[in-house]
């Protein structure tokens, strides 16, 4: 089976339409989505119950406080207590300060 041969006039037609869809396959440039401002984080030392509730949080440097608050958690209500690192967000100062 041979092709039916096309009038001139049907190419350019064809040629056209070729044209045309590949003109409309044009990708299109993405939106770049701007990246999250990353939240900054402290470390605070929590005292923490047996069944891992934090009972009271301490600055970083006060590491011997908390772990004495611990202890004597520990020798009053007769179950463990202890001291665990915590990272939680630095609060943000208003800029109308």
């Not at 923490?48 to 970083?60: L, R």
């Amino acid at each position: 089976m041979e092709a039916e041969p096309q009038s001139p006039l049907q190419e350019a037609r064809q040629e056209e339409t070729g044209e045309e869809a590949a003109a409309t396959k044009v990708k299109k440039p993405r939106k770049v989505a701007k990246p999250k401002a990353a939240v900054r984080m402290r470390v605070v030392w929590g005292v923490f119950s047996s069944s891992v509730q934090c009972v009271q949080t301490f600055p970083y440097p006060q590491k011997r406080e908390a772990e004495t608050l611990a202890a004597k958690l520990t020798a009053e209500k007769k179950s463990p207590y202890f001291v665990q690192p915590i990272k939680e967000p630095i609060p943000e100062e208003s800029a109308a300060d």
